[in-house]
Nanobody, 124 residues
Framework: VQLQASGGGLVQAGESLRLSCAVS????????MAWFRQAPGKEREFVGV???????YYSASVKGRFTISRDNAKNTVYLQMNSLKPEDTAVYYC???????????????????WGQGTLVTISS
């Protein structure tokens, strides 16, 4: 499974941005598709996840501002980011796998497939 993330860029605080993750070698319907991010000098952290059936789970820091969706026809997952803050600045990674018991997992080790990351920079 290969994941190609895109859509990062530089925006001002309060604006929106949508990231895309194109999947090849597998289908988005078969996997839990998640986003992680890593800010400069910080640990990589969980952002959100969607599972087949459209269940979702978000970290507290983005809940209510970020939305994950999937387009099965395009085999693509999206991360819609609204009301962006400077602290959202990070490299965002798209990941995929089937976690144990198919739970909505926020654990990095549950995901084998990682994209290359796309940089999001929010200016104040």
């Amino acid at each position: 499974v290969q994941l190609q993330a895109s859509g990062g860029g530089l925006v001002q605080a309060g604006e929106s941005l949508r990231l895309s993750c194109a999947v090849s070698g597998g289908t988005v319907r078969a996997y839990s598709m998640a986003w992680f991010r890593q800010a400069p000098g910080k640990e990589r952290e969980f952002v959100g996840v969607t599972r087949s059936g459209d269940s979702t789970y978000y970290s507290a820091s983005v809940k209510g501002r970020f939305t994950i969706s999937r387009d099965n026809a395009k085999n693509t997952v999206y991360l819609q980011m609204n009301s962006l803050k400077p602290e959202d600045t990070a490299v965002y990674y798209c990941v995929a796998d089937i976690p144990p018991l198919n739970i909505l997992s926020n654990i990095r080790g549950h995901y084998e497939y990682w994209g290359q990351g796309t940089l999001v920079t929010i200016s104040s």
